[in-house]
Every structure is written in C-alpha cells, then in structure tokens.
C-alpha cells in the first residue's frame, strides 16, 4: 500500500560551479493513482551520474536540460505496487528514466521490466547498464586495443573507468589508470590488476609520470576527465592511436570559457584519432553489449563496485560527490 504523500526532489536553481545543497529543493507531494496504460512505482533505486551536471545548464546538448522547479530524473529502478497495464503487475521489477522521488506515476511502455533472478537489480545501472554499455564500446568500437598495446583510462576507478580498463586487459592490452585516492589506486592496481595507476591529484608532473607508466608510448586512450590530464597525455601518443573520448568531467562545473590543450598538432604528429560519443549512439547494438558484459562477469573476468548510500535525502550529497570524487565505482541511491 503506497503512502498518500511523499517526497521529491526539484531543481531549484542552475548552479554556477559545482551544485550545492541549494540547487535541490525536497517538496512533499500527493502519491498518484495510475491510469489505464500506466504503473505506480516504488522506486528502489536511483542513479547519480556526471552528465546530469550538463542537463542542470540552459542551453542545446544532445538531451534537453532540466526545467526549474521541476522534479530532476534520470536513471532509476522501481518495483510496480499498483498495475493498470497488462504488460506489468505488481512485483516486477522495471528500469527506466525515473523521477528523483519515492513512488511515480508511468507510462507502462516507458520502463523496461528486469529479471531480478539474474544479478543484483542494482547491477542494471552500473555495470550492466549504462555506465557497463558505454565501457564496452568505447574499449570495442573506438579504442580497438590489440595484444601488448598501452591503453591509458582516466577516471580509472569510476562506473565506466573501472569497466573500461577491465575490458581493455581481456582484450589484452597493457592497462594504465589514472585516479584520484589512496584508496581508488589500491584497488584498480590490487583488485583489478591494472599494470601501472597513477594518483594524478599527489602528481605535480602528470607528462613525467605518464611517461614512466607508458615507456611504449600510448596506444589508445579511454578519457572521462578531459583538461590538463589529458594534455599532458597527448604527447605520448603512439602512431594510429586512438582516443574514446567519453566524457570530460573535469570541465563539467567550469564557469565561464574553459581554455583547452590545442590537440590538433598531437593527432597530426600520430595519425591518431580521436572520436567523441555518447552511449546512445550504439543503442542497436545495446543486446551484444548486455550480453558480453553478463557473460564476461558471470566467468569472473570482469567485477564491480557499487558505492550505494541510503535514503532519498542523501541523492544530492551523492550526486555532489561525483565531482569530489567521493565515489569508488558506481554511485547509487538506494531508497
Ligand atoms: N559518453 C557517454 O555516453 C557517457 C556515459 C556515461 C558516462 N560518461 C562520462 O564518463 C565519465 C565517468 O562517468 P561515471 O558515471 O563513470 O562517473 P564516475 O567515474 O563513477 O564518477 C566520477 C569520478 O570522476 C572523477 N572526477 C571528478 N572530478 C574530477 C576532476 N575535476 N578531474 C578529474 N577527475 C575527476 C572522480 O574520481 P577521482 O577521485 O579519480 O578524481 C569521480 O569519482 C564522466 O565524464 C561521464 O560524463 C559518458
């Protein structure tokens, strides 16, 4: 029996820098009734991810930005309490684009109903899903890693770096990180086997260090982090090399314009290419990757993290911390 109330969570401003406490607002809302074509969902779980930063801007990007004083969504995980579709009852488990709040109101066709005998229904966000996908076809389709090649990850320990690298070392290749913590270095090198990590927030000489890890020069390079990280790995790029440009969140809370490395001179001198993409551009292809991932972490040659905090009061304090790099692997909401 669902509550008659409960909360949600709105934009309550477009944040300059990184988002503060402020940028949320919690209201207490009437829990719906579902329509014919339409569930009530108990929502169990909620993704926190670096691309909701750019959706929090006014302006054009590949998905509309977040309305103010609207409710925020993106990745969730709910449990059906009320059915009125015939293509779900109560007690399937369904993944979809979910508000950020307790119970919601959807359209039975907007979510997709997930096998919880499978794996972990959190696993559905993270390693088999979105962050898992975009890994593998950043390491399959662009990067390309053959036998004994040098593929550098950065934001090695994150959701789509620690599956990255992981990927990376089946196909072969010699996998380099790069990573902020102690902790995160402990255990992409310990946990993962990745054969060099570098903590680049104690390096003061990011292109010495790269150099020391990478004595082949760079073969591909899997980048989630952008800026200076990236600059300083430019240089060592190995002739034909490739670089999966995923995302670049060390620009993501920049205020006003970012001044960039001049890539251009470092892909002439290498042929290199450098291909940016988003995981929706493989969505045909979504099955092979969701079947490669599962088959591959069901042999062990692949594992994960999952940072999961507690309670819906925590989602902005988790999603902030994405930028703080409080997070080792995946960062969920459970609610
Ligand atoms: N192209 C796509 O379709 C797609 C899909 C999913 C994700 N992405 C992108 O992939 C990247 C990783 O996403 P994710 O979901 O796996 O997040 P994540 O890596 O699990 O979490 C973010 C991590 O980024 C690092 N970071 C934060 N601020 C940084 C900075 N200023 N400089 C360097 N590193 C910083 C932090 O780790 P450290 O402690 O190591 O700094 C933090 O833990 C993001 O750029 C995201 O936008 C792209």
Not at 39 to 64: A, F, H, Q, W
Not at 178 to 183: L, Q, V, Y
Request: charged share 20%.
């Amino acid at each position: 029996m669902a509550p008659s109330a409960h909360y949600q969570i709105l934009l309550a401003e477009r944040p300059e820098g990184i988002p503060t406490r402020d940028t949320f607002h919690f209201d207490r809302v009437s829990t719906g009734s579902p329509e014919s074509g339409e569930v009530l969902l108990k929502t169990l779980y909620l993704s926190v991810d670096p691309y909701m930063r750019g959706r929090m801007n006014e302006g054009k990007s590949y998905i509309p930005p977040f309305e103010l004083h609207e409710p925020i969504a993106g990745g969730g995980i709910g449990e059906v309490v009320e059915s009125r579709s015939s293509s779900l009852k109560e007690g399937d488990i369904v993944i979809g684009n979910l508000t950020w709040e307790e119970f919601s109101v959807v359209t039975a066709d907007s979510v997709r109903k997930i096998d919880p005998s499978l794996a972990p229904v959190s696993t559905h966000l993270g390693i088999l899903g979105m962050p898992g996908l975009t890994a593998y076809f950043g390491v399959n389709d662009i990067c390309r890693p053959k036998q004994g090649e040098t593929v550098v990850v950065s934001g090695a320990a994150g959701a789509v770096g620690s599956a990255a690298g992981q990927i990376a070392k089946i196909y072969g290749a010699r996998v380099v990180g790069i990573a902020g913590t102690d902790e995160k270095v402990r255990y992409l090198k310990e946990e993962l086997h990745f054969d060099e990590v570098i903590q680049y927030t104690t390096t003061e000489d990011m292109k010495a260090a790269l150099e020391k890890a990478c004595p082949d020069g760079v073969d591909a390079y899997f980048d989630n982090v952008g800026g200076s990280i990236s600059e300083a790995l430019y240089p060592l790029l190995n002739k034909y090399a490739r670089i999966a440009q995923c995302g670049a969140i060390s620009t993501y809370n920049s205020t006003g314009e970012d001044v960039g490395p001049r890539v251009q001179q470092y892909l002439v001198k290498a042929s290199a290419l450098m291909q940016g993409f988003i995981v929706g551009d493989f969505s045909d292809r979504f099955q092979e990757g969701s079947e490669k991932l599962a088959e591959w972490l069901e042999q062990g040659s692949i594992t994960y993290r999952e940072n999961i905090v507690e309670g819906i009061q925590q989602t902005p304090d988790a999603f902030i911390g994405l930028f703080k790099g409080e997070n080792l692997g995946k960062q969920i909401v459970k609610l």
